[in-house]
């Protein structure tokens, strides 16, 4: 690329004019003191768009640690740079994978090392598995609790209800009691 053109628009290549880097964000080449300073930075509404993760969830990141802390503009706005994006997909897909908070930041130290343990990193998604598999369980116990509640309610207006008042009473929830035991239904 030279001074003023892009590749694209045609330019000699045999043209003596000095080479100039041109941001990905812009089609005019910025002065040698701009290229390397906010050029690629963005503010945390397009970072959450490129990442998926809402500013709120960025912001958080940031005060715990996770990313180092964003630069601010004259107005105080928050400017990320491309390594802060990086970083927040890598976070967003731990996230995801439901890993804590301290888990994505070694995962996240891991990936960054150059040298990650993947023995480490294997522990730590079997152990996220097997939490998953636990929580599956769990859910599955509920669905069927209430699926319990459900097939015992004659709907309609009882002025009593078996789920409310499954509800209402905490141990008649896992002990699934008859609705006998309800006094109503």
Do not use: W
Not at 30 to 47: C, E, F, K, S, T
Not at 141 to 146: N, V
Not at 156 to 184: E, F, Y
């Amino acid at each position: 690329m030279t001074t003023g053109h892009s590749a694209a628009s045609g330019s000699n290549p045999a043209s003596s004019e000095r080479p100039v880097q041109m941001s990905r964000s812009r089609a005019l080449p910025l002065p040698d003191r701009l290229q390397h300073r906010n050029v690629l930075n963005m503010r945390i509404g397009a970072v959450a768009a490129q990442c998926g993760l809402p500013p709120k969830a960025i912001r958080y990141y940031e005060s715990v640690g996770l990313i180092g802390p964003a630069e601010r503009q004259a107005n105080g706005y928050r400017l990320y740079n491309p390594d802060d994006v990086e970083k927040l997909r890598f976070l967003g897909r731990a996230r995801e994978f439901g890993f804590s908070l301290e888990a994505m930041a070694e995962l996240l130290r891991q990936h960054r090392s150059g040298s990650a343990s993947c023995e480490r990193v294997r522990e730590m998604a079997l152990a996220q598995a097997a939490d998953a598999e636990q929580r599956i369980a769990e859910l599955r116990a509920l669905r069927e609790m209430l699926l319990a509640l459900v097939a015992e309610c004659p709907g309609g207006t009882t002025g009593c209800c078996n789920i409310l008042a499954a509800l209402a009473d905490k141990k008649a929830v896992p002990a699934l009691a008859a609705p006998s035991d309800h006094d109503c239904c």
